[in-house]
C-alpha cells in the first residue's frame, strides 16, 4: 500500500491542519476537560504526555503496511486550535479502508465543528480511493452518533470493546 500523508483541508470555517508536535501545548488545554473521556476512559494529558504522543504518531506507523494521518482542527475565525481528527489506512482484499475518530474541546461543542470536520475528512478520504470509512462509537454517545450521521456513516450490527461499528462503504 502507497502511504497517506495528511495534507491541509479547508472548509468553510476550519483548516484541517496535519498535527505536529508543537500542537502539543496548545491541545492540551483544548482537551484538559475531563468530560472528554466519559465515553473512552482515560483522563486528560498533560501537554509533555501530548508532545510524546504527537511524537509516535508524526513518525508514522511502524507498520508500513498502515498510515497514521492526523490533523489538528483549526477555527478560522477565532484563530485557535478546537479539536483533532484522525484517519488510520489499511488495506483488504478491495483496497483502502479508514478507521476515522474525531474530537473537539468542550468549549467548542454543539456549533457543528466535529461534523464538518468529519465531512471533510470522508470527502478528502473518498477522493484517495478509500472504499469503507469505519468508526466506532459508544452505544450512549449521541452526539458523536450525529457526527457520524453528517459525515455519511451508517451503525451495523457489529460490536467492538463496547462500541457499535459504523460504516460508509463507497462503491
Request: proline share 5%.
Amino acid at each position: 500500500m502507497s502511504q497517506f500523508e495528511p495534507e491541509e483541508i479547508r472548509t468553510d470555517r476550519l483548516d484541517l491542519l496535519p498535527l505536529r508536535v508543537e500542537h502539543a501545548e496548545e491541545m492540551a488545554a483544548v482537551l484538559a476537560d475531563p468530560g472528554l473521556h466519559a465515553f473512552i476512559g482515560g483522563a486528560p494529558d498533560s501537554a509533555e504526555a501530548l508532545r510524546a504522543r504527537y511524537e509516535r504518531w508524526v513518525a508514522g506507523s511502524p507498520d508500513p503496511a498502515e498510515s497514521w494521518c492526523n490533523w489538528v482542527i483549526r477555527l478560522r475565525d477565532e484563530d485557535c486550535l478546537v479539536g483533532t481528527v484522525q484517519a488510520t489506512v489499511t488495506t483488504d482484499e478491495r483496497g483502502a479502508v479508514a478507521e476515522i475518530a474525531w474530537v473537539v474541546g468542550t468549549a467548542w461543542q454543539r456549533r457543528g465543528i466535529a461534523g464538518e470536520a468529519a465531512r471533510a475528512l470522508v470527502g478528502r478520504l473518498r477522493q484517495f480511493g478509500v472504499h469503507t470509512v469505519v468508526a466506532h462509537i459508544h452505544p450512549e454517545h449521541a452526539a458523536s452518533a450525529a457526527v457520524a450521521i453528517a459525515a455519511g456513516l451508517v451503525p451495523t450490527d457489529k460490536w467492538e470493546d463496547g462500541e457499535v461499528r459504523w460504516e460508509l462503504v463507497v462503491g
